[in-house]
């Protein structure tokens, strides 16, 4: 499934999704777009979302490999993790750096199921709030795989 959000919003489209119980991934790209010769710039960007039988699992936004938005988080749960003590290599593996992370931690008992739980839940509804005011971009959903193992899972319905 593909097309541009000025033919279905992204609320339709994960219903679709979730109503399917597909598996897979989403991304939505923005870029600038024309209007009487001059460039507009309202969000500029891309975001993935992963889907296991139509629950959403994980979100993210261009930036998730940098971690930052991670280490934001594990901030607020009082946990600092520097940068060095993160094995980026086996990271390397999962093409979603930040997920993996979250899956390290919590292999080193250093984050509960319950936290590593409210982090996705609080990284999910921020991508959301980001991307379903759009009306403007492209999006390609793949049937497939999604992330290994998931973590936890969000029905689409509330949103």
């Known amino acids: 499934m593909q097309g541009t959000l000025n033919e279905i919003d992204l609320r339709s489209i994960l219903r679709l999704i979730e109503l399917g119980q597909r598996t897979g991934q989403l991304f939505v790209e923005v870029y600038p777009h024309q209007s009487c010769g001059r460039v507009l710039l309202d969000k500029v960007g891309y975001w993935f979302f992963f889907f296991v039988d139509g629950k959403l ?3 993210a936004d261009q930036d998730c490999g940098n971690l930052r938005r991670l280490q934001d988080y594990l901030r607020h749960h009082d946990i600092a993790i520097p940068l060095g003590e993160i094995e980026l290599e086996s990271l390397a593996l999962n093409h979603i750096p930040e997920y993996a992370c979250l899956w390290q931690l919590l292999s080193k ?3 509960t199921p319950a936290q590593a739980h409210r982090i996705v839940l609080g ?5 959301l709030f980001d991307v379903l005011s759009l009306r403007q971009g492209n999006f390609v959903f793949a049937l497939g795989s999604a992330l290994e193992p998931p973590l936890t899972s969000f029905a689409i319905t509330p949103y």
């Open 57 to 59: 699992v994980y979100a």
């Open 109 to 111: 008992n250093i984050l």
């Open 123 to 127: 990284m999910v509804q921020e991508v």
